[in-house]
């Protein structure tokens, strides 16, 4: 658990640099990273659902939405049949930027899972997965 707790502060320091190297604010970048991540998994994310994975009212998120769409980090669209629903999409730039800064460590982290067999990274998968689910089930009866 240590060796996971040191992790997430690592990816937590990522998270902070990248927003510096943006010039955004720690908070609009993690929007912005949540969004590309939701998109590259093949399920964009509305504005309620980015509220809940950053915790933030739907009123700050409507505010930081609106900032990052200035910018052109975001754009809302309206795809659903159901035009009400409204979907977040990450500007052109903002990938290209995130490959950029993160090209390096997704090469290095590449280079450190070849040294494992494929069956050990399934099964780290899959515990990761249970982890996380507990971590889930814990979050949504501690409220």
Known sequence: MEGLRTYGGHYAELGRRFAAWLGLH??????????????????????????????????????????????????????HSDRRVITLRGGAHVRERADEFFGPLAHRLDATM????????ERFE???????????THLGTSG
């Open 114 to 121: 070849a040294h494992y067999p494929p069956e050990l990274l």
């Open 126 to 136: 899959s515990f990761v997965a249970d982890l996380n689910a507990t971590m889930d």
């Open 26 to 79: 720690s908070t609009d970048a993690t929007a912005v990273l949540e969004i590309a991540a939701a998109e590259e998994r093949g399920t964009p994310l509305s504005p309620a659902r980015l509220s809940e994975r950053i915790s933030l009212s739907t009123g700050a998120t409507t505010a930081l939405l609106n900032r990052l769409e200035a910018a052109g980090h975001v754009t809302r669209t309206r795809e």
